[in-house]
C-alpha cells in the first residue's frame, strides 16, 4: 500500500521493509532493477509507553529502556521464545513434541503465564500486532513460535542491520507487485473481489467471490493475515 503525492513523494504504508535473508525479494528486486537503500540508524527510535504513559528514546540496537524489573521481565520472555522454537521442526511444526499443547494455547495466555510486569505485557503484545497484523488472542502459540523461528528469532526481527527491517526499495516497494502485475498481465489481477468461500477436494480448489464470481484451480495460495482468513 503505497501513497504517492507531491508534498512527501512516496510513502510505504503496507509491506516496507526488506531484509538480507529474504532471498525470493531480494532476487525479485534485482530482476526488476530496482534499487534498495539502508534504513537510518543515526537517530534515537522513538517507543510510546502506554502504561507509564511516557515516552522513551532508545538505540536502534536495543529494546526500550522499561525499567530494571520490566526489562528483565521481557528479556526472560524473548529468550523463552526463541528456545521453544527451537524445538519445532520448520517443515513440519505439527510435529513439534509439545505441538498439542502449544496450539491450544493463545500468545496472549503464553506471554501471561511467563511475564510479570504490565510493561513487558504490552511491549509483547505490540510485538505480535507489529509482526502479524492481529492481535495475541488470535493466533496459536504453535503458530507464532514457528512464524519468529522462521525470521531467525526475536533479535533479527526486530533488528534493522542484518534484520528484517535494514532496507527499503527507492520509490515504494509497490513497484514489485506493479512489475508482477506487468508480468502476467493487469488484465488478469483481479482487485476488489474479496473471497467469502473457499472448497478444496482431492481434485480442485473452488473460490467464490462477493460479486458472484466463482473460480476453479489446482492450487491456491492465500497471502492474506491470519484475522481476514478467519472471515473466508
Not at 502506554?50 to 536502534?60: E, I, Q
Not at 526472560?76 to 520448520?90: C, K, N, S, T, Y
Not at 495466555?109 to 510493561?119: C, K, L, P, Q
Not at 503484545?125 to 526475536?154: A, D, P
Request: hydrophobic share 40%.
Amino acid at each position: 500500500w503505497e501513497v504517492l503525492n507531491s508534498k512527501v513523494g512516496w510513502v510505504d504504508l503496507g509491506g516496507a521493509y526488506v531484509g538480507r535473508s529474504q532471498n525470493h525479494l531480494l532476487r525479485l528486486i534485482k530482476e526488476f532493477n530496482l534499487k534498495m537503500y539502508p534504513v537510518n540508524e543515526a537517530q534515537k527510535l522513538v517507543y510510546y509507553d502506554d502504561c507509564a504513559g511516557v515516552r522513551r528514546l532508545f538505540n536502534y540496537d536495543q529494546t526500550p529502556n522499561l525499567g530494571f524489573l520490566s526489562l528483565l521481565d521481557l528479556n526472560h520472555v524473548l529468550r523463552l521464545i526463541d528456545q521453544m522454537g527451537e524445538q519445532i521442526p520448520a517443515d513440519e511444526p505439527w510435529n513439534a513434541p509439545k505441538a498439542e499443547e502449544w496450539d491450544k494455547m493463545t500468545f496472549k495466555e503464553f506471554v501471561h503465564a511467563n511475564t510479570i510486569t504490565r510493561a513487558a505485557r504490552e511491549f509483547m503484545r505490540l510485538f505480535i500486532t507489529l509482526l502479524v497484523t492481529n492481535e495475541s488472542y488470535q493466533s496459536s502459540l504453535l503458530w507464532f513460535l514457528w512464524y519468529v523461528k522462521q525470521c531467525g528469532g526475536t533479535k533479527p526481527i526486530f533488528s534493522t542491520t542484518n534484520g528484517g527491517q535494514e532496507f527499503k526499495v527507492l520509490g515504494g516497494t509497490n513497484q514489485i507487485t506493479e512489475r508482477l502485475a506487468e508480468r502476467v498481465g493487469k488484465e488478469r489481477v483481479l482487485l476488489e473481489h474479496p473471497v467469502h468461500y473457499i472448497e478444496q477436494s482431492e481434485q480442485l480448489v473452488v473460490v467464490k467471490t462477493l460479486n458472484g464470481k466463482e473460480f476453479k484451480c489446482k492450487y491456491l495460495v492465500m497471502a492474506t493475515p491470519p484475522a481476514v482468513q478467519q472471515k473466508i
